[in-house]
């Protein structure tokens, strides 16, 4: 497995960075651009997703990233509830709706798969070599 050297090259926070840009896409039209209280949390929460893994990354150490992951696992499952709230309102139809739920749970599903892999690793992080 290549060591991965900044955040950047974490596949997880690429599909984040992803999902939050077609968040700010679909929040830029029509009346969901009028919703600001909607569109402001379903843009800092997709963000959240993505600045969290960068954070705990550039923390340098395994259990601050595992605990910064927990917390962008937590901002996709919100950005899922958010969706919904797009779609009863509808601001976004079914097929859009279900692109992005399932963009957003594959990136849930990506951070479990990172956590338990550092859970039972034995690289204690950046800040511990010598």
Do not use: C, H, P
């Not at 599909?15 to 800092?44: C, M, P």
């Not at 929460?45 to 969290?52: H, L, P």
């Not at 509830?81 to 992005?100: G, H, T, W």
């Amino acid at each position: 497995m290549a060591t991965i050297r900044k955040f950047e090259d974490v596949d997880v926070w690429q599909k984040a960075r992803e999902l939050s840009k077609e968040i700010y896409s679909i929040t830029n039209n029509g009346v969901f651009s009028k919703d600001y209280d909607l569109k402001g949390q379903i843009r800092r929460s997709s963000g959240s997703i993505m600045d969290n893994i960068a954070e705990g990354f550039e923390r340098g150490g395994k259990g601050e990233f595992i605990q910064f992951l927990g917390i962008a696992k937590g901002s996709s499952g919100e950005v899922r509830s958010q969706l919904y709230r797009a779609l009863d309102q509808e601001y976004i139809n079914k097929e859009m709706f279900d692109n992005l739920y399932n963009l957003s749970n594959d990136i849930s599903k990506m951070i479990k798969g990172l956590i338990t892999y550092l859970n039972t690793t034995e690289i204690k992080g950046q800040k511990y070599k010598k």
